[in-house]
C-alpha cells in the first residue's frame, strides 16, 4: 500500500517537474521569439530611413508558415543565431536534374541555380524559376510567368518527418516482433506490453467486426501500419520543437496518400457485389436507375468522396488544433504590442489555455488515428461483403 | 492556398516510404506478431479448455464417488434392516415357545393336580367308607339292641352318606 502510493507521488513529482521544464522552455522560446522579432524590427528600421514604417506581428502569417511544409527545419532563433537544418533540395527541371542544399537559398533571400523560393501569393514557399530581369534590378525573388515550375522532389520539412517517424516505427514494431519471437507463449514484457493492447484493440474492435472474422487477417497489416503512422505522427506533431515541429498528418498531401492506399486496396479487393450494388443498387425504385442513371452516379461519385472525406477530416482536425495552438501564443505578441505588461499577463492565460488545448490534441491524435482506420476497415468490410 | 494543395514532392516521396515501410513492417513485423498473438490465445484456449475438461471429470469423479458411498450405504442399511428383522423374528419365536411351555406346564400341573385330587378322593373314601364301617361297628354293636334307634341310624347314616 505505502509502496504503492510512494509509486504514484513519484510519478505526481515526475509529472510536475516535466511540466515545469516544459512551460519553462515555452516561456524561454517565447523571449528569444520577442527579443528576435524586436531586432529584426530595430534593423528594419535602421535600414528604413523613414522609420515611419513598422512591420507588425502576422499572427495569420506566423501561423501559416508554423503548419504548411518548408524546405529546411527552422529550430530556434537566439537574437540573430538561426538554428536551421538545411534540407537538399531535388528538383526535375527541362529533362534535367538539380540537386543543391536548401541553405543555397539563404532563407529565401536569394536565387540559386536560376530557382528561388517564391514570395507571391499565389506560389509562396514554392520553387520557382526566378525572374532574373526583375532579381537583377530590384533585388526581388519573383515566379518568371513565362516558365514552368521546376517539379519539385526536395526532401522537405515534412518529408524528413515522414521518414524519420517511419524510421522509429520500423525499428520499434521489428524489434517488437523479435520480442514476441523470443519470449514465445509468454506475457508480454516492455514496450511489447504497452503496444500489444493496441494491436489487439485495432484487430478486435476495428478490423474483424468491420471486415469480418473470415478475411480481416488480410488487412491487417495495412490497418496497423496505417493506426500506428498516424497516431505517431499526430503525438510528434505536438511536439513543439526538433524532432516533433513537422505537421505530417496536417499535410494534405500526406493524408492524401494515406487515403489513396485506402481507395486502392478498396478498389482491388472489392468483388462482383460491390460492382453490382453501385451499378445496381438493390431495394431502389428503378425509375431512380433508368432512364437516368440517378442512383449509379451517386453510388458511383460516393466512391471518391469516401477516400475524399477521410483525407479532409484527418488533414483539418490535426492542422485546426495547431492553429488554435499557436492562436493562444500569438495573442501574447498581439498583446505584448500593445504593452509589454499586458503581454506578460496575457502569456499566463495562453499558456494555460495552449496547455488544455495540448491535453485535448492527445485525444484527438488517438481519435483521428482511430477514425481513419475504422473507416478504412468498414470500406474494406463494404467491399468483401457477401450476400447477406 | 499551400495549405490545401498538396505537392508533388511530398506525394512522391510519402507513396514510397509509407509503401516501402508497409511492405517491410508486414513482412517482419506484423506477420510474427499476429503469428505469435494467435497463437498463444490458441494455447490459451486448449488450457482452458483442459481445465474445462478436467473439472468435468473431477465432477463424474466426485458424481461416481458419491455413487458408490450411498450404494455401500444402502447396503449396510439393508444388512441392519435384516439383522433387526431376524433379532426380532428370534425374540418372537422364543417367546412363543415359553408361552407354549408355560401353557403345557400349567397344563400338566392343573393335570396332575386332577389326578391328585382324585386320588385323594378315592383315598379319602375308602377312608370314609372305613371309617364309616368302624363307625358301622361301633354302633351296631351299641345300639342294635333297640330297633328303633336302629332305624333312625340307618336312616341318618343314608342321609348322611348321600351329601357326599
Do not use: C
Not at chain 2, 125 to 140: F, G
Amino acid at each position: 500500500m505505502s509502496k504503492h502510493f510512494y509509486k504514484k507521488s513519484g510519478f505526481l513529482k515526475n509529472f510536475l517537474l516535466l511540466s515545469g521544464i516544459v512551460i519553462f522552455l515555452v516561456f524561454q522560446a517565447l523571449a528569444s521569439n520577442l527579443q528576435q522579432h524586436e531586432t529584426t524590427l530595430q534593423e528594419q528600421s535602421a535600414t528604413h530611413e523613414t522609420g515611419t514604417h513598422k512591420e507588425k506581428f502576422n499572427a495569420g502569417e506566423m501561423i501559416i508558415e508554423h503548419i504548411v511544409d518548408n524546405h529546411e527545419w527552422h529550430i530556434l532563433n537566439l537574437g540573430n543565431f538561426h538554428l536551421t537544418i538545411p534540407l537538399p533540395v531535388i528538383l526535375w527541371y527541362d529533362g534535367k536534374l538539380h540537386t543543391f542544399m536548401s541553405s543555397k537559398f539563404h532563407s529565401g533571400r536569394d536565387q540559386y541555380e536560376g530557382f528561388g523560393i517564391s514570395k507571391e501569393k499565389e506560389n509562396k514557399g514554392k520553387i520557382v524559376r526566378v525572374n532574373q530581369k526583375k532579381y537583377h534590378a530590384e533585388g526581388v525573388i519573383e515566379r518568371d510567368k513565362a516558365q514552368e515550375m521546376p517539379l519539385d522532389f526536395s526532401i522537405t520539412k515534412t518529408v524528413l518527418a515522414i521518414f524519420m517517424s517511419l524510421a522509429l516505427m520500423t525499428w520499434l514494431f521489428i524489434s517488437i516482433a523479435n520480442t514476441y519471437n523470443k519470449r514465445e507463449g509468454k506475457s508480454p514484457k516492455g514496450i511489447q506490453s504497452v503496444l500489444e493492447p493496441i494491436i489487439l484493440f485495432i484487430r478486435d474492435d476495428i478490423a474483424k467486426p468491420s471486415i469480418g472474422a473470415k478475411k480481416y487477417e488480410k488487412y491487417m497489416p495495412f490497418l496497423l501500419t496505417l493506426f500506428f503512422f498516424i497516431f505517431l505522427n499526430n503525438l510528434i506533431g505536438l511536439i513543439p520543437f526538433f524532432p516533433g515541429g513537422a505537421n505530417v498528418t496536417g499535410n494534405i498531401a500526406v493524408t492524401m496518400v494515406l487515403a489513396l492506399f485506402t481507395f486502392v486496396i478498396t478498389t482491388f479487393s472489392a468483388n462482383k457485389q460491390y460492382w453490382v450494388h453501385i451499378v445496381n443498387a438493390p431495394g431502389v425504385p428503378w425509375w431512380l436507375k433508368f432512364p437516368v442513371p440517378l442512383m449509379p452516379i451517386v453510388e458511383l461519385i460516393g466512391v471518391f468522396t469516401k477516400p475524399f472525406v477521410l483525407m479532409v477530416r484527418l488533414f483539418a482536425n490535426i492542422t485546426a488544433g495547431h492553429i488554435i495552438v499557436l492562436g493562444f501564443i500569438s495573442l501574447i505578441f498581439i498583446f505584448g504590442e500593445m504593452y509589454a505588461g499586458l503581454g506578460y499577463v496575457m502569456s499566463i492565460l495562453s499558456i494555460a489555455f495552449a496547455i488544455f488545448m495540448n491535453l485535448l490534441e492527445l485525444l484527438v491524435a488517438f481519435i483521428q488515428a482511430y477514425v481513419f482506420t475504422l473507416l478504412s476497415a468498414l470500406y474494406f468490410g463494404m467491399a468483401t461483403e457477401e450476400h447477406h | 492556398m499551400e495549405l490545401v494543395s498538396p505537392g508533388i514532392g511530398l506525394i512522391f516521396w510519402m507513396t514510397l516510404a509509407f509503401g516501402l515501410v508497409l511492405w517491410l513492417l508486414s513482412k517482419y513485423a506484423w506477420k510474427p506478431i499476429m503469428k505469435s498473438l494467435h497463437e498463444r490465445e490458441a494455447s490459451i484456449d486448449k488450457a482452458l479448455h483442459e481445465a474445462d475438461k478436467a473439472r468435468e471429470e473431477m465432477k463424474h469423479l466426485i458424481f461416481s464417488n458419491e455413487q458408490l458411498l450411498n450404494q455401500a450405504k444402502e447396503e449396510r442399511d439393508e444388512i441392519l434392516k435384516k439383522g433387526r428383522e431376524i433379532k426380532e423374528k428370534l425374540i418372537e419365536d422364543a417367546k412363543q415357545k415359553a408361552g407354549e411351555e408355560a401353557a403345557r406346564i400349567v397344563e400338566s400341573a392343573k393335570e396332575s393336580i386332577q389326578n391328585e385330587k382324585m386320588a385323594a378322593m378315592v383315598d379319602l373314601k375308602n377312608q370314609i367308607a372305613q371309617l364309616s364301617i368302624e363307625i358301622a361297628e361301633k354302633l351296631l354293636g351299641h345300639e342294635l339292641s333297640d330297633p328303633q334307634k336302629q332305624k333312625e341310624l340307618v336312616d341318618k347314616l343314608i342321609k348322611e352318606a348321600k351329601l357326599n
